[in-house]
């Protein structure tokens, strides 16, 4: 089966709460999920976005991962993964990996599956990024309880 994960993750402040969202499209259908985390990271978020679109996979499948977040699409599309591996989770310069327990975890999750991941441009015309973005903000805003 042939799926496009569109991910997004956001902050009000970084760190501070944060939401994440995943869209998911296979032939005629789609689903959409997103969560909240109280303390956060932009970053850590959109990991969770991709995180959680994986885990949302029920059998092996193609996936077209589409990110606005350069963080998660140069960690595979330049290697930076297989690097920090082979490192034992050090960066180039020496220190611990950052958010390496939502980098393990996504690994494993995308273990049954042929991923791919694509670039895209945030906050422009793309339509099923920014339903992304705004299911991640619209997390963020029902557990703070507001509507703006």
């Not at 005629?28 to 997103?34: A, C, L, Q, T």
């Not at 959680?52 to 193609?62: F, T």
């Not at 995308?110 to 945030?122: A, D, R």
């Amino acid at each position: 089966m042939d799926v496009i994960l569109y991910t997004d993750g956001a902050c009000s402040g970084n760190p501070g709460p944060g939401g994440w969202a995943a869209v998911l499209i296979w032939g005629e259908k789609r689903k959409e999920i997103s969560g909240y985390a109280p303390s956060t990271t932009n970053n850590r978020m959109e990991l969770t976005a991709l995180l959680e679109g994986l885990i949302a996979l029920k059998a092996p499948c193609s996936v077209q991962v589409h990110s606005d977040s350069t963080y998660v699409v140069n960690a595979f599309r330049q290697g930076w993964l297989s690097r920090w591996q082979k490192n034992g989770w050090r960066t180039s310069q020496g220190g611990a990996v950052e958010n390496q327990d939502i980098w393990q975890a996504i690994l494993r999750a995308q273990e049954p599956h042929h991923v791919e991941f694509h670039w895209v441009k945030g906050h422009a015309r793309d339509t099923e990024n920014n339903r992304c973005d705004e299911l991640a903000r619209e997390a963020i805003r029902r557990a703070a309880g507001t509507t703006a």
